[in-house]
């Protein structure tokens, strides 16, 4: 399957600084990517839908000046969490999906990063 | 909104065990399902999925689901599990169409730890 790649996988910052997360599709293009936030022992909440040279689709209660969300090419997607505190400590993980194929097709995970604010 | 339910939130079986891990969602309209599996220290990987058609739907490593329109389920199963089947599994829903077609709403999760 499709390879999509998530740097850094573990990171850890003081609180009141900001964190760059980059998600990249390895083995094709991807117009819309999608972010998640996992919490420990909870599922995934999907946060924003990151779409190619436009703004970010953000869902109900998710702040986007904190989490700002920047897609400017076809196989990079970044989050930035900004001025983070130790409520964003959290596992993020980002997905893509394959645009060349059509309708019918999964989207592809990465491998996540671990978030810790101290 | 749509929401999906896993029932189950940590099963335990032995080796040779059936399973079966339920899963409900809340959405009138077409949907697609998924099914995908987290082993311990990696990432999300797709087990089975649902667009359209049969509603028995076979996926990897011997594991099937089947759409139940009716009840809003779509149910994970396999008649013996191994130890190594031991992960968390999370059902996913999308009602999305083209661009959107990722955008996946999950259910808690559930773990299965096999014994051997």
């Known amino acids: 399957g499709a390879v999509v790649s998530q740097h850094p996988s573990r990171v850890i910052c003081k609180s009141g600084t900001s964190v760059k997360i980059e998600c990249r599709s390895l083995?094709?293009?991807?117009?819309?990517m999608f972010w998640y936030r996992q919490f420990p022992k909870q599922s995934l909440m999907l946060m924003a839908t990151s779409n190619e040279g436009s703004k970010a689709t953000y869902e109900q209660g998710v702040e986007k000046d904190k989490f700002l969300i920047n897609h400017a090419s076809l196989t990079l997607s970044t989050l930035t969490v900004t001025s983070a505190h130790p409520e964003d400590s959290s596992f993020y993980i980002c997905?893509?999906?394959?645009?060349?194929?059509?309708?019918?097709?999964?989207?592809?995970f990465g491998q996540g990063t671990r978030l810790t604010v101290v | 909104a749509q929401s999906v339910s896993q029932h189950n939130h940590h099963v335990i079986l032995s080796e040779a065990a059936s399973l079966e891990l339920g899963c409900n969602y809340s959405?009138?309209?077409?949907?697609?399902l998924f099914w995908y599996v987290q082993y311990p220290g990696q990432h999300l990987q797709l087990l089975l999925k649902?667009?359209?058609?049969?509603?028995l739907v076979k996926g990897i490593k011997g594991f099937e689901a089947e759409f139940i329109k009716s009840k809003f389920s779509f149910n994970l199963r396999k008649p013996s599990v191994q130890w190594s089947d031991t992960a968390e599994y999370f059902c996913a829903v999308n009602a999305g169409r083209g661009s959107t077609l990722g955008r996946l709403y999950f259910g808690r999760g559930t773990q299965l730890t096999v014994w051997p």
């Open positions: 959405y009138g309209g077409t949907v697609n």
């Open positions: 083995d094709f293009q991807a117009t819309t």
């Open positions: 997905s893509a999906r394959d645009q060349a194929t059509g309708g019918l097709t999964e989207a592809f």
């Open positions: 649902y667009f359209s058609g049969d509603p």
